[in-house]
């Protein structure tokens, strides 16, 4: 039984070692790797017959690309001024300015309406303010004659007071409490109506917010139309001033045409003798063996790949185990 366990807890102590074992052996493994199937020599070489390819390969083409790139781009920037020229020789002006117009009218319409709405609120605004001040008179009327009903009814007789009588619910000449019912209602009633008032004046001011705001992005609508509308008319003073300097449409067009079509013609070359100096590279690396050394490196590459695969196969695997557990327990003087 004890040697039972005492095995046990042996296994358990064999198999926790197990992956430093194994970090160990996986590091040489990789570290055979590189050297077993190294391709620095290789790549070394490759690289010098590059360098000397595209070194060949410039001087027999870059100077041809870069005339012809030049040539290209000195002849876009007059296609980019003469299609400048010709812009505002292409634009119906009156129709622009017809259009803008119309649109400034649309505009100046719908301020006019704000502007007629904004009137209104004013006036409603007015008569509002007028109904608070009302309604507040009247509330303050019914406070005071509630004030006074209860002075009243708390003075002596002889001070033209009831005090210790016995008020009746009506009267029709002395104090009673239909007198107090009746400010009490009309006092809560005022109150109401400063209440409504004041309601009444909040809207109202949240609607004239409301279109102060609409009026002045109308007014900035307005405001960038007459900046289009003085653009527009600057742009038909230069069209005018072209013309007096002897430029026309036609002719403009014609020159565009023109260099659109030499423009194309280098973008054609440019990409021929890009095209010569790719196919000769190609050419060169199949003559100095280039080609051949990248399928060497390729080889190579593979052939490392799969041995480092080979490391965490199920037999080396089992084979590292058996190997580790013979070094412990020989280790341990167990064997």
Do not use: C
């Amino acid at each position: 039984m004890f040697d039972r366990i005492k095995s046990f807890f042996r296994e358990v102590r064999i198999d926790l070692d197990f992956p430093r074992y194994e970090r160990q052996h996986r590091d040489e493994h990789e570290r055979h790797a590189q050297r077993r199937f190294s391709t620095e020599q290789l790549n070394i070489e490759k690289g010098k017959l590059l360098k000397t390819i595209e070194s060949e390969a410039g001087s027999k083409f870059n100077a041809s690309i870069h005339e012809k790139e030049k040539n290209k781009k000195q002849h876009e920037e007059v296609a980019r001024e003469t299609e400048y020229l010709l812009s505002f020789f292409l634009r119906d002006y009156k129709k622009e300015l017809n259009d803008l117009y119309a649109e400034k009218e649309v505009l100046s319409s719908k301020k006019k309406v704000l502007y007629d709405d904004l009137s209104e609120i004013k006036d409603s605004l007015s008569e509002a303010f007028d109904e608070k001040s009302s309604a507040y008179s009247a509330l303050n009327d019914y406070k005071d004659r509630i004030d006074s009903w209860y002075a009243k009814s708390d003075r002596t007789p002889w001070l033209f007071g009831n005090a210790a009588k016995k008020l009746p619910k009506h009267s029709l000449f002395g104090q009673s409490f239909g007198d107090l019912d009746s400010y009490k209602y009309h006092r809560d009633s005022a109150y109401e109506d400063v209440q409504a008032a004041k309601s009444k004046i909040n809207n109202l001011k949240k609607e004239q917010h409301e279109l102060h705001r609409s009026i002045e992005q109308v007014k900035e609508e307005i405001g960038d139309l007459f900046s289009q509308i003085n653009q527009v008319k600057k742009d038909r003073s230069k069209m005018y001033e072209l013309k007096k300097s002897g430029h026309q449409r036609k002719e403009l067009q014609k020159k565009l045409d023109v260099l659109r079509n030499i423009i194309s013609s280098l973008a054609g070359e440019i990409e021929n003798f890009l095209q010569s100096k790719k196919e000769f590279i190609t050419q060169e690396k199949h003559r100095l063996g280039v080609v051949e050394l990248e399928a060497k490196i390729r080889k190579i590459e593979a052939e490392k790949d799969q041995f480092l695969k080979s490391f965490d196969s199920d037999e080396n695997k089992q084979n590292r185990k058996r190997a580790h557990r013979e070094i412990w327990l020989k280790q341990r003087g167990m064997a």
